[in-house]
């Protein structure tokens, strides 16, 4: 028997996709799509769904997934910039009644696997900076996942020291001993580069994505996954069983 | 006690480098330098070695590393091209002797790092390319790495089919539905790139050596691991802890 | 007064986003959509446009030119794949009327501008090769722009032979001394490197599309430039001045 | 007959590999070696050389051109870091002797390319950041060639404000509205992107340095140039035909 998928914010450029992405899955089943003007607790009855994607906002997720939860469902959350306090609540909530969950704040499976990557290099090369490349309207720097990526790598020590900028901010942000580099330059989506080096050699993680395309097999995934939890976990990692175990 | 250590073939260029590298590592001891008009038997017993670092020729390995093994002492070869024969005689001989030792065809941690990403995204991309560039003196192509890495991708399917060039070769050297692109250019000493699509998103590991500095790190680390080995193992791998454990 | 405009084929992906640009122009004015159920003669001559646009299909280019000049109208040419017979059947009839036109295989600015760059450094630096990403739906490899891009080069001489190829198509497609790899993957959309090396340094020009967004400025200023030529040219680098003072 | 060549500092690390580059040259010929404990008058006037080639020191560079010039010599100037006071002075005195003269900051004729392209393309792009990658021995940031790149760019408009960070120093060192991001990564030798961008698409010019050899063929070039030049230019690009003639 299909899965069957309730999606939440079904009209926006996430939800559009995320859609045609369960339509196209022979093994799910798309059995409502919830918007703005919707009682979601009515629907989510009505549906009888095994999971709900959440694409709406992040202010709405604590609330979307206790609603979920109670009504018998599987919250997937696939918002980011979600507070500490609205993680533990859905955490929290999942854990009373033995309900699987996950909140996905970047569904793009090769986003997870170049943090993996970057990880692993960091047990061996000292050294690191992050380049991380977006579209012009994007408001802050450093990204958020390149502040993550920094926070992930081990036994990197600082470099040449920031006091030898001739003109400010040449160097960098640094962040936990990694400078990150932020571009923000019209015709690039989404791109980070995690440079590495150790003398005579480099060793570069470039993880580029052009379009929301990307994220639809990680949320997938999760939909698959949430089936088999009775918790709820933070990040798609948690998922991808060969991160977790021996990859030789 | 500092380790003591024997270089053979300490003229070259890999080995003028090794005997530096090890003079300036506090916990080693360079104990003796034999070149080819030196007899290694008597060296070895003379300079007592704990270790014998061989970089001299991959015919010459499996004889050295005997005459190592028989004088009490840890053979570290770091020659490529060694036949399959050559590295079972090896295996072989300190299996008998219950001897560590290990043959390193690339003393690069930014290589064998490079690898096992390769092979950890290979489980989540459905699809690889491999570009090699090197040095123009380089006569075959695809390099010797290439070809390894390619065997390492796992899930890998062929993608566009080479029949639709209309210059043969435009599609590269298909190996184990990888296609390798080799190329040779003079300004660039050895560098890979494997590159992983999805829809939507890539994702690279880039690879850069562009000085024989670069193979220290890994030669040290041979040297200090041969130590702990009661046998004898083939490729850096074997020696760097989290490549066999749980990455997190 | 603005510049009227007329788009051929305006329900295409392309078609769409050109009126979309040439709305938001305020120099100009569209003032018709032509598709395929609608009579182009007569559209022509209600609209009295003083350019038209087609984007329709490269068998259609010479018929649409011919009505487009006859009906006083300067054709801006936007298709690819023209046969040699096709492009001079237009610009004879331009010719005949004194009449402005530009056939633009590739709207794109920065394509045009990589292909000029590419030829600047040919003429110092003796060796290159081509590396070229596109989507898998692509059928045919090496693409058209790697080609045109390989003929540019001047002074370029042929490096390390194929016939040291292990597995065949390792050094790429050779055309006119110049490999070039085609890589065919899901999650790029068109890139071009152009790697060119000396001995102690590489240069390299990289061009990568993400979105039809990149072939309007360059559409706008076609349809500016053909206005002040009384012939037909072929391709972008005619109506940009910087590149028509000889840059060898 | 061959061109007579002094090589001023001759053991230093530029100084060896000019010498080398000379001999290797049949079109040349080194008549002299001078260095600290020499004096340089005098071997002016034994060697009678056509050309004296100075690798020594900024600070030496107005002395020993004047000495150069009044023997009757050429001088090529290959130091970088002089004052403007010691160019003009230089400058003067060719001048005066109606004598021919270079001052090289930067031989390599990839550097030279690669601004020149960059040139070409920001009269087209309106965005551009620089990255530039040296070694981890690099005191000061960012680069000279960077900062020169920078200036060398034309319709440049400031992007994304820095104003957005929320670690100082994301965006980078800003100079002429373009902001430059300086990497001091080990196993990186001199390196310098730049990226330009426009809605859907990107173009980036990649200079990668990785030996001193990179330097020759420029060396040798200044040394033919300045026989045919009657005043002292600054700078490789006035030496190359084609980027003489206006690309602008």
Do not use: W
């Not at 309730?6 to 798309?30: E, F, H, K, T, Y």
């Not at 960091?122 to 991380?132: C, L, T």
């Amino acid at each position: 028997m299909p899965l069957s998928i309730l999606v939440i914010g079904s009209r926006g450029r996430m939800g559009q996709l995320a859609c045609q992405a369960i339509d196209a899955d022979p093994s799910m089943q798309l059995v409502g799509r919830v918007d703005k003007d919707d009682d979601l607790a009515q629907c989510l009855k009505q549906s009888q769904a095994d999971v709900a994607v959440d694409l709406t906002h992040a202010k709405l997720a604590a609330t979307h997934a206790e609603l979920i939860i109670d009504a018998g469902c599987r919250p997937v959350i696939g918002t980011s910039g979600l507070t500490e306090q609205s993680v533990r609540a859905i955490q929290d909530h999942c854990m009373q009644q033995h309900r699987g969950g996950i909140i996905v704040p970047n569904f793009s499976l090769g986003a997870v696997l170049a943090m993996q990557c970057a990880k692993l290099i960091s047990q061996h090369f000292q050294h690191a900076e992050i380049i991380e490349y977006h579209h012009a309207e994007k408001q802050d720097s450093p990204s958020g996942t390149a502040i993550k990526t920094a926070e992930m790598l081990q036994n990197v020590v600082e470099y040449a020291p920031p006091h030898s900028e001739t003109i400010n901010g040449a160097r960098g942000a640094v962040h936990q001993n990694v400078p990150i580099h932020s571009l923000r330059v019209p015709g690039i989506a989404a791109k980070q580069d995690v440079v590495f080096g150790h003398p005579g050699e480099s060793l570069t993680i470039s993880h580029n994505v052009i379009d929301r395309q990307a994220y639809m097999p990680g949320l997938l995934l999760a939909c698959r996954a949430v089936m088999n939890l009775n918790e709820c976990v933070y990040g798609l990692e948690h998922i991808l069983p060969d991160l977790q175990a021996p990859s030789n």
